[in-house]
């Protein structure tokens, strides 16, 4: 089991950015799981459906939902087994519990998740 811990989030005012971090605890065998799977952001809403923000492979290959494509960049550290989404020009649809996981995601990995909530 990889156990992934986010942080970062907070309260914004709409047009801001945020940066939020994920990183992979325990030891060797879940860093090398983190390290070598494509890894992933997602939000949920209130009353909505955890969807994928963004994903990024171990060789940095990325993708966006439309609705963040050009606003958020993904990016990760595998020498720190670290993810982060940086995320700019929020807006109050963005508000959410944002989580990071694999992808596919990993059942037993789902963490706490970190609040972003943008106020307009």
């Known amino acids: 089991q990889v156990q992934l811990v986010e942080s970062g989030g907070g309260l914004v005012q709409a047009g801001g950015s945020l940066r939020l971090s994920c990183t992979a605890s325990?030891?060797?065998?879940?860093?090398?799981?983190?390290?070598?799977?494509?890894m992933a952001w997602y939000r949920q809403a209130p009353g909505k459906q955890r969807e994928l923000v963004a994903s990024?492979?171990?060789?940095?290959?990325?993708k966006y939902a439309d609705s963040v494509e050009g606003r958020f960049t993904i990016s990760r550290n595998n020498a720190e087994s670290t993810m982060y989404l940086q995320m700019n020009s929020l807006n109050p649809e963005d508000t959410a519990v944002y989580y990071c996981n694999a992808d596919p995601s990993w059942r037993d990995s789902w963490g706490q998740g970190t609040q972003v909530t943008v106020s307009s």
């Open positions: 325990g030891g060797i065998a879940s860093r090398l799981r983190f390290n070598t799977n494509t």
């Open positions: 990024i492979s171990r060789g940095g290959y990325t």
